[in-house]
């Protein structure tokens, strides 16, 4: 199996919804594979936020950890090359971020969330493993948030 190609869903502040699970609320990162398959990513209020901002071409209010990589790789003169989520670890997915200094190539673990902020930050291209996908779509919390998802904003889950 190989890198599918990942995009937020219709970027914009519609990508991100807050969903009601009855106990807590969770807001909801909607991604969709290159292959058709959308795949929901709990944020953190703070990550949803600069998400938001970053997605209305706007800059975060605040710095948060992604802004602190961010401008670290900034003044060590580093690009972002592409970020990837490529494992399922404990029930959670686990990303990478690749960077570019000069002629070499780094790769760091980071969560999901810093990884599409870094991503969409510096406009570059996002992955998901397709096996990671495919055990990802499957997880019973994915299941539930797709189906909140689809019984509180059916309209992100069409194509």
Same mark, same amino acid.
């Given at each position: 199996?190989? &890198?599918?190609? #990942?995009?937020?869903?219709? =970027?914009?502040?519609?990508?991100?919804? #807050?969903?009601? +699970?009855?106990?807590?609320?969770? +807001?909801? %990162? &909607?991604?969709? @594979?290159?292959?058709?398959?959308? &795949? =929901?990513?709990?944020?953190?209020?703070?990550? /949803? !936020?600069?998400?938001?901002?970053?997605?209305?071409?706007? !800059? =975060?209010?605040?710095?948060?950890?992604?802004? $602190?990589?961010?401008? $670290?790789?900034?003044?060590?003169? /580093?690009?972002?090359?592409? @970020?990837?989520?490529?494992?399922?670890?404990?029930?959670?997915?686990? /990303?990478?971020?690749?960077?570019?200094?000069?002629?070499?190539?780094?790769?760091?673990?980071?969560?999901?969330?810093?990884?599409?902020?870094?991503? #969409?930050?510096?406009?570059? =291209? $996002?992955?998901?493993?397709?096996?990671? %996908?495919?055990?990802?779509?499957? #997880?019973?919390?994915?299941?539930?948030?797709?189906?909140?998802?689809?019984?509180? @904003?059916?309209? $992100?889950? !069409?194509?």
């Amino acid at each position: 199996m190989g &890198l599918v190609p #990942l995009i937020v869903k219709e =970027p914009s502040e519609n990508s991100i919804l #807050l969903v009601d +699970f009855g106990a807590c609320e969770v +807001f909801i %990162l &909607l991604v969709k @594979a290159g292959i058709g398959v959308n &795949l =929901p990513l709990a944020l953190e209020p703070y990550e /949803a !936020e600069r998400m938001i901002a970053v997605l209305n071409g706007r !800059e =975060p209010e605040q710095d948060a950890p992604g802004d $602190m990589l961010r401008n $670290m790789l900034i003044a060590l003169e /580093a690009s972002v090359v592409s @970020a990837a989520i490529v494992e399922v670890e404990n029930d959670s997915f686990v /990303a990478r971020i690749n960077v570019k200094k000069g002629e070499q190539d780094f790769s760091f673990r980071c969560f999901p969330s810093d990884a599409i902020f870094l991503a #969409l930050r510096s406009g570059a =291209p $996002m992955f998901i493993e397709e096996d990671v %996908l495919i055990e990802g779509v499957s #997880l019973e919390e994915t299941k539930d948030f797709l189906a909140t998802i689809e019984e509180q @904003a059916p309209q $992100m889950l !069409e194509s």
